[in-house]
């Protein structure tokens, strides 16, 4: 008996659902010792970085939108010297998908809650070299989605069939002779929800840099938050 080997079947399993609402009683020795860090958190979360004039919004634009070009412009503006610094090479421009903004910023004193709110998630800026045909690909991609998704450092206009009329990356007409550096999160670059975004690269270049906390860190040098849904992304009628 003492060497016998049965398996136990499992026949049955029961459970039942607890509600979490004010019926729960608060425990005083819990609240009282999470209070000091709890208050601390919420100094620090709610302390004003800067001022928005007016809201900034996800859908105030055809193709962009004021929040959208907010988010590019500041992974382009606090990424490119990481990453020149990394590589000795130039961001060409900064690509990112419309579900990964996640919140409005309202007018009025502006907070790192609020960049919590717009990105809560552990996203990281990484840095994909791409080809001149991979970047063409991406640029059909986003020219011909349905959403926002927002850019900076490059401007996209389109027929009204969708073919692509004109594309200028920094300035200067795109050329598919020449490969192109651009930044977007690594949950896109690992593959997200978009397929089509990065089908394929010739390098990557991590920067350790969250982008909540590039949110938070422009946040500190700027006194007002100016942006809006420009033709950064545009269809001609």
Avoid: W
Wanted: glycine share 8%; net charge negative.
């Amino acid at each position: 008996m003492a060497c016998k080997q049965e398996t136990g079947t499992l026949s049955e399993i029961q459970g039942k659902q607890i509600p979490i609402d004010t019926s729960l009683a608060i425990t005083d020795s819990i609240a009282s010792y999470i209070a000091p860090y709890k208050n601390r958190i919420d100094q620090v979360l709610d302390s004003t970085l800067a001022y928005a004039p007016k809201p900034l919004l996800l859908n105030d634009g055809e193709r962009t939108s004021s929040m959208g070009n907010l988010m590019a412009d500041i992974v382009l503006e606090q990424a490119a010297p990481i990453f020149n610094a990394r590589s000795g090479k130039t961001l060409d421009f900064v690509v990112l998908n419309a579900g990964g903004v996640r919140s409005i910023i309202s007018e009025g004193n502006v907070s790192a809650r609020n960049a919590y709110e717009v990105m809560p998630f552990e996203n990281y800026i990484d840095v994909v070299e791409l080809n001149g045909s991979a970047t063409r690909e991406l640029i059909n991609f986003v020219a011909k989605a349905s959403r926002r998704h927002p850019v900076a450092g490059i401007e996209i206009v389109t027929n009204a069939d969708g073919s692509l009329e004109s594309v200028n990356i920094g300035g200067q007409p795109f050329d598919e002779g020449r490969n192109y550096y651009v930044a977007s999160t690594d949950y896109l670059i690992n593959g997200g929800p978009s397929v089509g975004f990065f089908n394929e690269f010739e390098s990557r270049t991590q920067t350790d840099y969250l982008l909540r906390n590039a949110i938070i860190d422009y946040l500190k040098k700027v006194d007002t938050l100016e942006a809006m849904a420009d033709d950064r992304i545009k269809q001609l009628k």
